[in-house]
């Protein structure tokens, strides 16, 4: 298929043209602002469906609404009815097309010329009222509060609350584009005369202000947040693509001591934490026990004997391993356990816990093996 993308440089434009590459179409129009005007002839022609996503979102002047956002969807329809080409023509608009606004006017004028060259031509038209979308790519301080509580946060910068109570109701990219696809395929989500996106999330402002915040402490705190829901993980991620390119990078506590040294690496209220060590030829850490805390261990550089003992008896179990086959040891609880190098080189150990080091309630007890 030949498919036509105006507004291609636009946030919702990119992640498309990107996500269309994805899934093997290789022939795509973009279209954009910086396009020669002539080429639009051209890709009516020949086009088989139509993403028109070019619009005016914060023009100087509320004139341009009406230039951007109909005069501009009246030429494309134009062309196509001249070249008799019926492709689809999939219309980005706004759930601001319900309200009498300047730029709600002028959503709902393209959204009704629309329709109308539907009926006039026998295309199909599918027209979806977008909320607030969300993700990467987005340009912040424009028209997106997510993009720009992620950059202002991520850099240190101040953020404007007027009501921290007002209830967002967001979409994120992904979704919208999965939709799109399906759209594509002749599987769009019909809701009366326009087309939805399935799925959306609805929080208060001050509520998005503190998780994108909390979120941007996991580099101090090391605490992951829970992204066991959807919209956590997708706007965690999102979040995370909004960092300055000179920051991606944080330095974790190093503990040394004549042992070699451990670091925390990844701590979670719900999953415990992941920690790293490197340690000196014939050093032995642990000799201890726990009650409830289970650990893993993984070698993944160098030779060690991870021994266990369970403290009512006196039978030493042991298990050598190394590097450069890996293998995960379990930790049980009521077995005093350590892990000896015995290499010519460094050991480097990966340990996850079943629980965040909590230093007035340790559950550590200290028991030679």
């Given at each position: 298929?030949?498919?036509?993308?105006?507004?291609?440089?636009?946030?919702?434009?990119?992640n498309l043209?990107?996500?269309?590459?994805?899934?093997?179409?290789?022939q795509?129009?973009?279209?954009?602002?910086?396009?020669?005007?002539?080429?639009?002839?051209?890709?009516?022609?020949?086009?088989?469906?139509?993403?028109?996503?070019?619009?005016?979102?914060?023009p100087?002047?509320?004139?341009?609404f009406?230039?951007?956002?109909?005069?501009?969807?009246?030429?494309?329809?134009e062309?196509?009815?001249?070249?008799?080409?019926?492709?689809?023509?999939?219309?980005?608009?706004?759930?601001?097309?319900?309200?009498?606004?300047?730029?709600?006017?002028?959503?709902?004028?393209?959204?009704?010329?629309?329709?109308?060259?539907?009926k006039?031509?026998?295309?199909?038209?599918?027209?979806?009222?977008l909320?607030?979308?969300?993700g990467?790519?987005?340009?912040?301080?424009?028209?997106?509060?997510v993009?720009?509580?992620?950059?202002?946060?991520?850099?240190?910068?101040?953020?404007?609350?007027?009501?921290?109570?007002?209830?967002?109701?967001?979409?994120?990219?992904?979704?919208?584009?999965?939709?799109?696809?399906n759209?594509?395929?002749?599987?769009?989500?019909?809701?009366?005369?326009?087309?939805?996106?399935?799925?959306?999330?609805?929080?208060?402002?001050?509520?998005?202000?503190?998780?994108?915040?909390?979120?941007?402490?996991?580099?101090?705190?090391?605490?992951?947040?829970?992204?066991?829901?959807?919209?956590?993980?997708?706007?965690?991620?999102?979040?995370?693509?909004?960092?300055?390119?000179?920051?991606?990078?944080?330095?974790?506590?190093?503990?040394?001591?004549?042992?070699?040294?451990?670091?925390?690496?990844?701590?979670?209220?719900?999953?415990g934490?992941?920690?790293?060590?490197?340690?000196?030829?014939?050093?032995?850490?642990?000799?201890?026990?726990?009650?409830?805390?289970?650990?893993?261990f993984?070698?993944?550089?160098?030779e060690?004997?991870?021994?266990?003992?369970?403290?009512?008896?006196?039978?030493?179990?042991?298990?050598?391993?190394?590097?450069?086959?890996p293998?995960?040891?379990?930790?049980?609880?009521?077995?005093t356990?350590s892990?000896?190098?015995?290499?010519?080189?460094?050991?480097?150990?990966l340990f996850?816990a079943?629980?965040?080091?909590?230093?007035?309630?340790?559950?550590?007890?200290?028991v030679?093996?």
């Open positions: 298929m030949k498919l036509l993308v105006t507004g291609s440089n636009g946030f919702v434009g990119k043209v990107a996500e269309l590459k994805n899934k093997g179409y290789t795509i129009f973009e279209y954009n602002r910086e396009s020669d005007s002539s080429l639009l002839e051209h890709y009516t022609k020949e086009c088989d469906f139509v993403f028109h996503l070019a619009g005016v979102n914060r100087q002047d509320d004139k341009e009406m230039e951007g956002n109909y005069r501009w969807t009246s030429e494309l329809l062309l196509l009815k001249k070249h008799n080409n019926k492709a689809p023509v999939l219309l980005t608009s706004s759930i601001q097309a319900e309200k009498e606004n300047p730029y709600g006017t002028s959503k709902k004028a393209g959204e009704d010329l629309l329709f109308s060259y539907s006039e031509t026998g295309a199909k038209a599918l027209v979806y009222r909320p607030n979308l969300f990467k790519w987005c340009k912040p301080n424009y028209n997106s509060v993009a720009t509580f992620c950059h202002n946060i991520a850099r240190g910068l101040d953020i404007q609350i007027h009501d921290p109570d007002v209830e967002l109701t967001l979409c994120y990219i992904d979704d919208v584009l999965e939709e799109f696809l759209s594509l395929d002749g599987n769009e989500t019909k809701d009366g005369d326009f087309c939805k996106v399935p799925v959306t999330h609805t929080i208060k402002v001050g509520e998005l202000a503190t998780k994108i915040k909390d979120f941007i402490k996991n580099r101090e705190t090391l605490i992951m947040p829970s992204l066991e829901n959807k919209f956590d993980k997708a706007l965690y991620g999102t979040l995370l693509s909004y960092l300055p390119e000179d920051n991606f990078s944080y330095h974790l506590k190093k503990n040394e001591d004549d042992r070699g040294w451990l670091a925390e690496f990844i701590k979670s209220n719900s999953m934490q992941i920690f790293i060590s490197k340690t000196k030829p014939g050093i032995t850490r642990g000799n201890h026990w726990h009650h409830t805390k289970v650990e893993k993984l070698v993944i550089q160098g060690a004997v991870i021994k266990f003992r369970k403290i009512d008896t006196e039978e030493v179990i042991e298990y050598n391993v190394n590097g450069d086959t293998e995960v040891v379990d930790i049980p609880v009521g077995y356990h892990i000896t190098n015995i290499g010519n080189g460094e050991l480097i150990t996850w079943s629980e965040i080091l909590n230093p007035e309630k340790k559950d550590t007890y200290w030679e093996v």
